[in-house]
């Protein structure tokens, strides 16, 4: 059962020609509903290591916040495509500069987009 994504066309035409938009389609044309809740739960669970160390007041660069930025690069790696530190970097990226990436994060947490930004790239640079 595929579930229906608003970004889905704009996807295709931004990534379409890549191996992780190809690896990604053949993974997310076989999850069932269940397979989707669980990947829900997976991805919020890394958010909320985003917001633990954040409300916490630890700096991106912390350990802490550096096994959030794990579990979310291997949670994208898991349910959807290869995801090493330079692609998430590049998500990260995203995350800040698109509206719609900012506003997922930041409406579970004033400031997160930025956060979570920074801690992937933090994590990033000590990885690569």
Not at 51 to 68: F, H, Q, R, T, Y
């Amino acid at each position: 059962m595929s579930i229906t994504n608003p970004f889905e066309a704009e996807a295709k035409e931004r990534w379409g020609e890549t191996d992780s938009y190809k690896t990604s389609s053949e993974r997310v044309a076989k999850y069932t509903e269940a397979d989707w809740e669980v990947q829900r739960s997976d991805q919020q669970a890394a958010v909320n290591l985003f917001i633990a160390a954040m409300n916490s007041g630890l700096p991106a660069d912390s350990v802490e916040a550096g096994v959030a930025a794990e579990a979310h690069r291997r949670q994208i790696d898991k349910w959807f495509y290869p995801c090493s530190h330079e692609m998430q970097s590049g998500l990260a990226q995203m995350y800040v500069a698109d509206e719609r990436f900012a506003k997922f994060y930041n409406d579970q947490a004033d400031g997160l987009a930025q956060y979570v930004h920074d801690a992937i790239i933090a994590n990033a640079l000590k990885h690569l």
